[in-house]
């Protein structure tokens, strides 16, 4: 047997037990990243060619052949296979699960292929017979328009068009057509200059010798257009960019401003494309002919060369950290790209995170500081409302006087406005008012959600229904009680005050579907609605030029919540919410509603005092021994069966409990238990929780766990987690 090469194989099954390299033969020529067919064990299987040589430490004869590349291209470049390395060494997870972050999922799962059209073009300029008027119509139509679809053409021409084919008057060729997810939507590009803080903030990105750069810059002090212009500048200088934005789908300013300025230069990746869209997308990039990719954090893995800037918007937003395997940190990731590329990061926003900002503070980042915003707008004055005394006054509506005041100005003015809350659905628990019973769903063990369109009761955790209570189960009260305010009580009481008031509702139950955010945001930008109440999503980056009025409903909702994080998010929250009014001439107010109004979080978000902020929580976080003093690691074991879940529960923490005793001096907590959610999905959760001082035992905490080898359950490391339910 004749074998040219020979090519070091990772074979695309995520478990452990096959993850490593195996030899190939390979007499076709291939290249490092192809995606190949092999044989695999009395099957076939799909691999990836991670590295060509010239021999193997196997005898030849043992070595089985390559069946066929998958493609005739390598899926993934030499920067994706370095980074893959670097990636599955640091989070400890099988090399095929990391290199399919790199790859759409249809490309793996083989669903989705390329869409084919066929054309038709004329070839000769033969007359046509004279007793076939459809050919004649045909060739003229052809003559006329160029080159036709040939579907189309047969709609049009039936028979006569075969029939020119077989005469050789007209050639039919089968081509590739790439799907455009944003046709329609459509922007023009006025170019305009940049206000002296946005060029000194372009130069100082391109003059400093560090490699991450953090701009610091109040909601409305043109970060977008400073992005802009550094990925044009990439452009120019014959590179590529990454640009990524916590839900792309939520701006839909910023997707037309994309598609403006940079055409089809730019390829959006999100979720919501259908599969062969985002198919396409991907392979756009991966060939060169689209050379920006934005997206959300997978984005971050784009098949680009020669990256010339990366741009991280929003870089506080909770979305940067992925909660499935492997679970990365995007800004990790995002540093290693720039560094291969020599190229600048760009972390943006108006309340960096906690963490990122200290490292700028440090001098490991470059720090960039925009106090104002463009023209020289104010910000919008915000005033906290107590509404304790709301209550005691006799109000039990959702809002205060003071927000009706706002809200009828605004609807006189024809201005409009923004209500925020932190929740979802009808109201959020359902309890019995006599006995203090909450309704619990059987599999997760979180309190249901009332959905008053179905009258039922849900799960947000396994989406299990449940019939809405008419008594209580414990002892028969029929005092069932809602508590919570949800964006439909809201939206109700809102047309009782206002009849006329055109208002749109902006939640996770009325936004599924493709493009239920981008209809929502364009109904609204373009006037259809005067008042949009919503949830989370509401307090993202838009920029709604006539919006003076922001109603914080339940700001310290989140206050409540247990995470360490939560004062940061609630000041995030609240600036970005505010950050929504009086973008454009006129001047914009902001009415917090609160019941715990003395909050210094709230004082300093009202105050617009990010150093404040930042000086109170850092020393808190050094006091209490949080990040980034320190770190929490949990390891998460579940499984289908309790027992399953016990037996590898056990096993982790002996081995961890040795570490723990070699190191004891380096661990701040160290503890097993269930989860505080102990079911999900009927799967059994339970965690090793530790808090850490010292970096390195990360290292060591890994070696352990991925030693494990449980039966039947998911054993996995979470670094820092936002949420630990
Ligand atoms: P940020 O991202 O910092 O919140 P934006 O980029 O959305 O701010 O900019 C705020 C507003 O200022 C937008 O309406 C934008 O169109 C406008 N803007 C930005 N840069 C300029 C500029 N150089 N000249 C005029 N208007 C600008
Ligand atoms: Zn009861
Ligand atoms: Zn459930």
């Not at 070091?8 to 020529?29: L, M």
């Not at 027992?643 to 590898?648: I, K, M, R, V, W």
């Amino acid at each position: 047997m004749h074998t040219d090469m020979i090519c070091e194989v990772i074979v695309d099954i995520a478990h452990s037990d096959v993850d490593k390299i195996f030899d190939y033969a390979c007499d076709f020529p291939v290249e490092a990243g192809t995606r190949v067919a092999v044989p695999f064990g009395r099957s076939a299987a799909t691999g990836f060619v991670m590295r060509v040589k010239d021999s193997s430490d196997y005898p030849a004869e043992k070595l089985k052949k390559i069946y066929r590349a998958e493609e005739d291209f390598p899926a993934l470049n030499a920067e994706c296979l370095a980074l893959a390395h670097t990636i599955a060494a640091r989070y400890r997870v099988p090399m095929a699960l990391v290199l399919r972050l790199f790859l759409p999922a249809e490309m793996r799962t083989g669903k989705v292929g390329e869409t084919y059209r066929t054309f038709a073009r004329l070839v000769s300029d033969m007359p046509p017979a004279k007793n076939a008027p459809q050919q004649a119509a045909c060739l003229a139509f052809l003559k006329e328009n160029g080159e036709a679809d040939a579907a189309i053409l047969r709609k049009m021409f039936g028979a006569a068009v075969n029939a020119l084919v077989k005469k050789g008057a007209v050639a039919l060729e089968r081509r590739r057509v790439l799907r455009d997810p944003y046709r329609g939507v459509e922007g023009e590009y006025r170019p305009r200059a940049l206000t002296p803080a946005q060029s000194a903030a372009v130069t100082r990105v391109g003059e400093t010798q560090k490699t991450v750069v953090l701009l610091h810059g109040v909601t409305g002090s043109g970060k977008t257009e400073i992005y802009l212009t550094l990925i044009a500048q990439a452009l120019e200088r014959g590179q590529t960019a990454l640009f990524l934005v916590p839900e792309i789908s939520l701006t839909p300013q910023m997707l037309s401003q994309l598609r403006a300025r940079f055409g089809s230069a730019a390829a959006i990746l999100h979720s919501g494309l259908s599969a062969g869209e985002r198919f396409d997308e991907w392979h756009r990039l991966r060939e060169g002919t689209a050379r920006i990719a934005i997206g959300a954090r997978s984005a971050i893995f784009a098949p680009v060369e020669n990256v010339g800037v990366i741009v991280i918007d929003e870089e506080h937003d909770g979305s940067y950290l992925s909660e499935s395997s492997p679970r990365y940190n995007t800004l990790d990731v995002a540093c290693l790209r720039a560094e291969y590329n020599g190229c600048k990061l760009v972390l943006g926003s108006a309340t960096p995170s906690v963490e990122t900002y200290r490292r700028a503070k440090e001098g490991e980042f470059e720090l960039i500081t925009l106090p104002d915003r463009i023209n020289a707008r104010p910000l919008p004055d915000v005033r906290i409302v107590d509404m304790r005394r709301e209550v005691r006054r006799g109000n039990a509506s959702p809002f205060s006087v003071a927000l009706r005041e706002g809200l009828e100005n605004c609807l006189r003015e024809g201005q409009q406005a923004i209500l925020f809350l932190n929740r979802r659905g009808f109201a959020q628990t359902v309890l019995c008012r006599d006995c203090g019973y909450v309704a619990k769903c059987e599999h997760c063990d979180v309190a249901l959600t009332y959905h008053s369109e179905e009258n039922c009761l849900k799960c947000h955790y396994c989406g299990t229904r449940y019939k809405m209570l008419t008594a209580c189960p414990e002892c028969g009260s029929a005092h069932i009680y809602y508590a919570g305010t949800g964006t439909q009580r809201v939206v109700g009481e809102l047309k009782k005050l206002y009849p006329s008031a055109r208002i749109l509702r902006m939640d996770n139950d009325t936004t599924s579907g493709k493009e239920g955010h981008y209809r929502i945001l364009k109904k609204f930008a373009d006037r259809e609605a005067d008042i949009l109440v919503g949830t989370q999503m509401v307090a993202k980056g838009h920029d709604f030029p006539l919006v003076t009025l922001v109603g914080i409903l339940d700001a310290d909702m989140s206050l409540h919540f247990p995470d360490y994080r939560s004062g940061e998010r609630t000041f995030q929250l609240v600036t970005q919410v505010a950050g929504r009014s009086g973008r454009a001439e006129k001047k914009g107010d902001v009415i917090l509603q609160t019941y715990d109004p003395e909050n210094y979080i709230l004082r300093f978000a009202a105050a617009y005092d990010y150093e404040g902020f930042y000086r109170h929580e850092i020393a808190l976080r050094a006091a209490a021994m949080f990040p980034p003093f320190a770190r929490i690691v949990r390891v998460m074991i579940t499984s289908d069966k309790d027992a399953d879940a016990l037996e590898a529960l056990r096993e982790v923490y002996g081995r961890l409990q040795k570490l723990y005793e070699a190191h004891t001096g380096d661990f701040l907590f160290f503890n097993r238990m269930h989860a505080p959610i102990k079911r999900i999905q009927g799967k059994f959760r339970y965690q090793v929780l530790m808090r850490l001082t010292a970096e390195k035992l990360l290292e060591n905490i890994y070696d352990e766990v991925s030693a494990v080898r449980p039966k039947n359950a998911l054993v996995y490391v979470e670094e820092n987690p936002s949420n630990l339910s």
